[in-house]
């Protein structure tokens, strides 16, 4: 019997198993690492890249020679001028005959190569002394003794090759317009003084710079270089004798 006051409960006494699954899951194990993709390997063999060739100087340092560019007026010239050669780190500063670029030349020798001289950078071993082209050289970056030699040893170079000028310039110089003929692109040749020069020409022309310089009382070399070398100074100077009157067909 149930004592006074208390409700009989069977199932405080039911001592079974409950029907619902009370037990703990699994601890977690960690998600499943996903495999990168691989990248696939290119069939084609592998270029190495080629080392520019290593040049020493006087002083038993490399540096790299410069490749030659095809189809490149500077990197297609043969022959270079002299303006400046710098013995310690045998260098010199010069520009290509057939375009008057300036250019920076690599040679090795061990003595200074004089203003005026001729290098060969042909590369076939054709010329002595023979050097390498390793750039273009700018005005500003070169020495007051090479930017004050570059104009004199432009009029030797027209000096040494008057007859050419002479004969393609002079000889053959017209009318630019109306107004101006092309002997007036030289410096301190005026209007009146440019028709003289082309009346005492004639019809038969000049037949040496003496003879030009002679009559015209003028100093046609130097006027010529001078030109030359505002034009080198401004590559937007037109018009460009540089263009018409190079290479000397000597």
């Given at each position: 019997?149930?004592?006074?006051?208390?409700?009989?409960?069977?199932?405080?006494?039911?001592?079974?198993?409950?029907s619902?699954?009370?037990?703990?899951?699994?601890?977690?194990?960690?998600?499943?690492?996903?495999?990168?993709?691989?990248?696939?390997?290119?069939?084609?063999?592998?270029?190495?890249?080629?080392?520019?060739?290593?040049?020493?100087?006087?002083?038993?340092?490399?540096?790299?020679?410069?490749?030659?560019?095809?189809?490149?007026?500077?990197?297609?010239?043969?022959w270079?001028?002299?303006?400046?050669?710098?013995?310690?780190?045998?260098?010199?500063?010069?520009?290509?005959?057939?375009?008057?670029?300036?250019?920076?030349?690599?040679?090795?020798?061990?003595?200074?190569?004089?203003?005026?001289?001729?290098?060969?950078?042909?590369?076939?071993?054709?010329?002595?002394?023979?050097?390498?082209?390793?750039?273009?050289?700018?005005?500003?970056?070169?020495?007051?003794?090479?930017?004050?030699?570059?104009?004199?040893?432009?009029?030797?170079?027209v000096?040494?090759?008057?007859?050419?000028?002479?004969?393609?310039?002079?000889?053959?110089?017209?009318n630019?317009?109306?107004?101006?003929?092309?002997?007036?692109?030289?410096?301190g040749?005026?209007?009146?003084?440019?028709?003289?020069?082309?009346?005492?020409?004639?019809?038969?022309?000049?037949?040496?710079?003496?003879?030009?310089?002679?009559?015209?009382?003028?100093?046609?070399?130097?006027?010529?270089?001078?030109?030359?070398?505002?034009?080198?100074?401004?590559?937007?100077?037109?018009?460009?004798l540089?263009?018409?009157?190079?290479?000397?067909?000597?």
């Amino acid at each position: 019997m149930s004592r006074p006051g208390r409700d009989y409960n069977p199932r405080k006494f039911n001592k079974s198993k409950p029907s619902v699954d009370t037990s703990m899951p699994p601890p977690a194990t960690g998600r499943e690492d996903i495999p990168k993709p691989q990248k696939k390997p290119d069939p084609r063999p592998q270029q190495r890249q080629q080392r520019p060739q290593q040049r020493r100087d006087n002083r038993g340092n490399t540096r790299p020679q410069q490749r030659r560019r095809d189809g490149q007026p500077l990197y297609d010239a043969k022959w270079v001028r002299v303006v400046e050669h710098d013995t310690s780190e045998g260098i010199v500063t010069g520009f290509t005959e057939d375009t008057v670029i300036p250019c920076r030349i690599a040679i090795e020798s061990s003595e200074a190569l004089l203003p005026s001289m001729r290098i060969y950078v042909g590369g076939d071993g054709k010329g002595d002394p023979e050097g390498s082209i390793l750039g273009g050289a700018r005005m500003d970056k070169m020495s007051n003794s090479a930017k004050m030699d570059f104009p004199l040893i432009l009029q030797l170079f027209v000096e040494e090759h008057g007859k050419h000028f002479v004969d393609a310039f002079f000889n053959k110089a017209g009318n630019l317009s109306l107004k101006q003929h092309a002997f007036e692109l030289l410096a301190g040749i005026g209007n009146k003084k440019a028709l003289q020069m082309a009346e005492l020409r004639g019809s038969s022309g000049f037949s040496s710079m003496a003879e030009l310089n002679e009559k015209c009382s003028i100093d046609s070399a130097e006027l010529l270089a001078r030109r030359f070398f505002s034009e080198v100074e401004d590559r937007t100077l037109q018009p460009r004798l540089i263009d018409h009157l190079f290479p000397v067909n000597a």
